[in-house]
């Protein structure tokens, strides 16, 4: 998945309307997966406290 927006995003010209949207979405994603990976890793060192 990541290969392939990477690819994408080489397409496509900086600064254009795409490459705002693309980035965007892109930036959300990253937020998302971060959130979610580093609230399992604060109950994994509760439950080891």
Do not use: Q, T
Not at 7 to 12: D, K, P
Not at 18 to 42: C, M, Q, T, W, Y
């Amino acid at each position: 998945f990541l290969l392939g927006g990477l690819i994408e995003m080489a397409r496509l010209v900086p600064g254009s309307i795409e490459h705002r949207r693309l980035r965007d979405i892109g930036e959300e994603a990253f937020k998302v997966s971060s959130l979610r990976n580093g609230s399992s890793h604060l109950e994994e060192k509760v439950r080891w406290a």
